[in-house]
């Protein structure tokens, strides 16, 4: 009778757990934030604790995971009705190689050392430092990396053209907010912005769901979806 009762919880534990993933979405799943880390601890937690604890019945197994599934969705809906929040709760990608160079104090704070460092490299078929041109810490803690020309895989293009500096993309509009930090950084400046937004039949800002720019390549732009804008 035991062996069946702890079946069952499993089972309901099981079933809990998968329905909240799907009801949480796919982009949950791909980005293990700070955040989730902690979610799947107490979650693992809560329906281990249940299944050998004779005391705890399969009620409290689903309303456990129906509570923390609804406190992790409200964070989830924060982030994306609300910018403020993504940077408490998400946090924000570090740029740890600038320009051919290891930035000490980014690295510092992400408390990443230089063997970490390579090691992340090395995931990424990137045997030495003085290959990468930008180095980027996402939020998973996974890196990105924008190689040198001379170091990235050669494009039919590549071949028939000489090599080129290596530019980072800026992010200058996200969710029909301007992020004037990026755009000063960018040695750029509001009329600029507003010139060119007016080249894409743009009026407003909050027109634009994403936009980024590239020294070589100039804007790309999103437009708002009718139902997106606020």
């Given at each position: 009778?035991?062996?069946?009762?702890?079946?069952?919880?499993?089972?309901?534990?099981?079933?809990?757990?998968?329905?909240?993933?799907?009801?949480?979405?796919?982009?949950?799943?791909?980005?293990?934030?700070?955040?989730?880390?902690?979610?799947?601890?107490?979650?693992?937690?809560?329906?281990?604790?249940?299944?050998?604890?004779?005391?705890?019945?399969?009620?409290?197994?689903?309303?456990?995971?129906?509570?923390?599934?609804?406190?992790?969705?409200?964070?989830?809906?924060?982030?994306?009705?609300?910018?403020?929040?993504?940077?408490?709760?998400?946090?924000?990608?570090?740029?740890?190689?600038?320009?051919?160079?290891?930035?000490?104090?980014?690295?510092?704070?992400?408390?990443?050392?230089?063997n970490m460092l390579q090691n992340l490299l090395r995931h990424k078929n990137v045997f030495s430092i003085r290959e990468v041109a930008f180095a980027i810490l996402e939020t998973d803690g996974s890196i990105s990396v924008k190689q040198k020309s001379q170091y990235a895989t050669p494009t039919m293009e590549d071949l028939q053209k000489q090599q080129?500096?290596?530019?980072?993309?800026?992010?200058?509009?996200?969710?029909?907010?301007?992020?004037?930090?990026?755009?000063?950084?960018?040695?750029?400046?509001?009329?600029?912005?507003?010139?060119?937004?007016?080249?894409?039949?743009?009026?407003?800002?909050?027109?634009?769901?994403?936009?980024?720019?590239?020294?070589?390549?100039?804007?790309?732009?999103?437009?708002?979806?009718?139902?997106?804008?606020?």
């Amino acid at each position: 009778m035991h062996f069946v009762q702890v079946a069952v919880e499993l089972i309901v534990g099981f079933v809990s757990l998968f329905l909240m993933t799907k009801i949480l979405g796919k982009a949950t799943l791909a980005q293990v934030t700070a955040f989730d880390f902690i979610s799947a601890i107490v979650l693992g937690e809560l329906v281990g604790n249940a299944l050998y604890d004779k005391e705890i019945g399969i009620g409290s197994i689903v309303f456990a995971v129906a509570l923390w599934g609804l406190m992790i969705y409200a964070v989830e809906w924060s982030t994306q009705k609300f910018r403020g929040t993504r940077q408490l709760f998400e946090g924000e990608p570090t740029i740890v190689i600038r320009n051919g160079h290891m930035d000490r104090e980014a690295m510092k704070k992400e408390k990443l050392d230089i063997n970490m460092l390579q090691n992340l490299l090395r995931h990424k078929n990137v045997f030495s430092i003085r290959e990468v041109a930008f180095a980027i810490l996402e939020t998973d803690g996974s890196i990105s990396v924008k190689q040198k020309s001379q170091y990235a895989t050669p494009t039919m293009e590549d071949l028939q053209k000489q090599q080129k500096p290596v530019y980072l993309p800026i992010t200058i509009i996200e969710d029909g907010e301007v992020d004037w930090d990026n755009l000063k950084e960018a040695g750029l400046n509001e009329e600029w912005l507003l010139k060119n937004l007016r080249r894409h039949h743009i009026r407003s800002y909050k027109d634009v769901f994403y936009c980024e720019w590239k020294k070589d390549e100039g804007l790309f732009i999103e437009k708002m979806n009718a139902n997106e804008r606020r």
